[in-house]
């Protein structure tokens, strides 16, 4: 995902990528660099322990704990080392901050997404969510392998995630793709198109479809639309205009509720920064702030 964004910027000859693992070290004249495995929405995500002559800082990045996750679990045990070891400062992830309790586990949202395909068997399904959650879309794969749907893909930044998870080995069902034209000629029921546009975008796949202005596929009156995410901050008029697009032209809409858990956040709520804070164990501690 990094190359493909250096590509895009034409930054490729000025950069050089070196791969690292869980394993890896990173050993400079005065710092000495280790990883441990976390957990979120982008796989391959990593925390950074970074040993100095004043002291140990660890950086979290982005991350939750998740028990049950589609991808790997954190390494807690590896925190909890390096936390024995003495840490100085904790650079941590401050989205959820204010949130109380655990994120829900993405399993569960797996699970919300096949009970939805399994109540809506006659008609056509368009799933929207974010492009760089590719777990997300390597269990909406699955799923629809499951109940039987052939997926189209709409969006330029959804397009390229299904290109990587392809290349990467998440996904290893390609026959499971097809074009609009294969689609438009299919039984409804078998079909499954998966877009950008959970926030409301306006020039997002899943506004032009609502909108009636996507030059392959119209909306039909009985399909059921998914927003399989959350509102970023901001972003909820936009989306609620959508939605009430979507209403208007007959069409089933389910969002994130407490009956249907169709999304859940990749960063970490209450309870579990405070087990963050109790395996690193710091001296300072120090949240990202996160820019709206």
């Not at 957990?39 to 970074?50: L, N, R, V, Y």
């Not at 877009?195 to 609502?210: F, K, N, V, W």
């Given at each position: 995902m990094i190359r493909r964004k250096l590509e895009e910027h034409h930054l490729t000859?000025?950069?050089?990528?070196?791969?690292?693992?869980?394993?890896?070290?990173?050993?400079?004249?005065?710092?000495?660099?280790?990883?441990?495995?976390?957990?979120?929405?982008?796989?391959?995500?990593?925390?950074?322990?970074?040993?100095?002559?004043?002291?140990?800082?660890?950086?979290?990045?982005?991350?939750?704990?998740?028990?049950?996750?589609?991808?790997?679990?954190?390494?807690?045990?590896?925190?909890?080392?390096?936390?024995?070891?003495?840490?100085?400062?904790?650079?941590?992830?401050?989205?959820?901050?204010?949130?109380?309790?655990?994120?829900?586990?993405?399993?569960?949202?797996?699970?919300?997404?096949?009970?939805?395909?399994?109540?809506?068997?006659?008609?056509?399904?368009?799933?929207?969510?974010?492009?760089?959650?590719?777990?997300?879309?390597?269990?909406?794969?699955?799923?629809c392998k499951e109940n039987n749907r052939k997926i189209v893909v709409f969006g330029r930044s959804m397009n390229t995630s299904i290109e990587i998870a392809k290349e990467c080995g998440y996904i290893k069902d390609r026959d499971i793709f097809i074009s609009s034209d294969e689609a438009n000629?299919?039984?409804?029921?078998?079909?499954?198109?998966?877009?950008?546009?959970?926030?409301?975008?306006?020039?997002?796949?899943?506004?032009?479809?609502?909108?009636?202005?996507?030059?392959?596929?119209?909306?039909?009156?009985?399909?059921t639309v998914i927003f399989s995410s959350s509102p970023i901050p901001g972003n909820a008029m936009s989306i609620n205009r959508i939605i009430n697009k979507l209403y208007l032209k007959g069409a089933k809409v389910y969002t994130n509720t407490s009956e249907y858990d169709v999304h859940t956040s990749g960063h970490a709520k209450q309870e579990e920064l405070k087990l963050l804070l109790r395996l690193i164990r710091p001296k300072y501690f120090i949240m990202e702030t996160k820019a709206i």
């Open positions: 000859h000025v950069t050089k990528m070196i791969p690292i693992t869980h394993e890896s070290s990173i050993k400079t004249k005065y710092f000495n660099i280790e990883f441990f495995t976390t957990t979120h929405s982008i796989p391959d995500s990593f925390g950074m322990a970074i040993k100095t002559p004043n002291g140990t800082i660890v950086e979290t990045g982005d991350f939750k704990f998740d028990l049950t996750p589609i991808g790997p679990v954190a390494n807690m045990g590896k925190m909890a080392a390096i936390g024995n070891e003495g840490v100085t400062l904790l650079l941590s992830d401050s989205t959820n901050a204010l949130v109380p309790g655990f994120s829900a586990s993405e399993s569960v949202v797996d699970e919300a997404l096949g009970e939805i395909f399994a109540e809506n068997t006659t008609s056509r399904i368009i799933l929207a969510t974010f492009a760089s959650n590719i777990y997300r879309l390597t269990h909406i794969v699955e799923t000629r299919m039984e409804p029921s078998k079909v499954c198109l998966l877009c950008t546009g959970s926030q409301g975008e306006p020039l997002a796949a899943l506004s032009r479809i609502a909108n009636g202005n996507d030059r392959n596929i119209t909306l039909m009156k009985d399909d």
